[in-house]
């Protein structure tokens, strides 16, 4: 979705170093999340965050940090990254609009890390 | 424990057939449950929703079903083509959270 753009794409980097993951959108929702993605383990939330002020801890954060720099920004940090964080990245993006708290969610394409 | 659990095998079929897909929790009570479509190297893609009162929810080709006291919802392509190809994902948000929760997905293959 050209709506939110991750960057970079591809990365690969060396254990201990520290890296940043950056997503961008432009659909005015004020909900942001990163997640990676493992082979069988599906989707898993490493932070979240509601609106700019706002910012909470999902099931997997250790070893991440996150910012948000403004509406449409949020980034993740691995701080020193190890080889168990080589993994598919997603930031995703949602808005409680319309009749339900539907909350759904708009992906971008994706950060693949390898970290060696 | 909570747990999502969709069919870890990929789902073969021939183009033309009904496919069903299968989505099953435990612990959890969802307020609703979302179907999504990734395709390799990209995004998922949001396709359905069916809320906790609903048993079915149609959009062209595509049917889920919800049954909230086996716990369980059914996504069902029918007339399924070779672009159909990708791997499903079921999500629900139980009633207190503000989150997503994911299952691993399922692969479908429609051979031609």
């Known amino acids: 979705d050209a709506d939110v753009t991750q960057t970079p794409r591809n990365r690969i980097t060396k254990t201990g170093k520290r890296i940043m993951l950056e997503c961008s959108q432009t659909?005015?929702?004020?909900?942001m999340y990163w997640y990676r993605q493992d082979p069988g383990l599906g989707l898993r939330l490493i932070y979240y965050?509601?609106?700019?002020?706002?910012?909470n801890k999902g099931e997997i954060s250790d070893g991440y940090s996150v910012s948000r720099q403004a509406q449409a920004k949020f980034s993740l940090s691995l701080e020193s990254a190890i080889p168990n964080q080589t993994a598919l990245y997603f930031c995703?993006?949602?808005?409680?609009?319309?009749?339900?708290?539907?909350?759904?969610?708009?992906f971008g394409p994706g950060t693949r890390l390898l970290v060696l | 424990s909570q747990k999502i659990e969709q069919n870890s095998e990929a789902l073969n079929i021939q183009e033309g057939k009904t496919a069903t897909l299968t989505c099953n929790y435990t612990?959890?009570?969802?307020?609703?449950l979302q179907w999504y479509r990734q395709d390799p190297g990209r995004g998922p893609v949001f396709l359905l929703l069916?809320?906790?009162?609903?048993k079915e929810k149609r959009k062209e080709r595509l049917k889920v079903t919800f049954d909230t006291t086996l716990k369980q919802s059914l996504f069902h392509i029918t007339a399924s083509q070779p672009a159909d190809s990708a791997t499903y994902l079921c999500?629900?948000?139980?009633?207190?959270?503000?989150?997503?929760?994911f299952g691993a997905g399922t692969r479908l293959a429609v051979h031609p």
């Open positions: 995703a993006t949602s808005d409680l609009t319309g009749e339900t708290r539907k909350e759904t969610q708009y």
């Open positions: 659909k005015g929702h004020d909900r």
């Open positions: 965050s509601f609106d700019v002020k706002d910012i």
């Open positions: 612990n959890y009570s969802p307020a609703y």
């Open positions: 069916i809320r906790e009162n609903e």
């Open positions: 999500a629900l948000i139980s009633g207190g959270y503000n989150k997503l929760i």
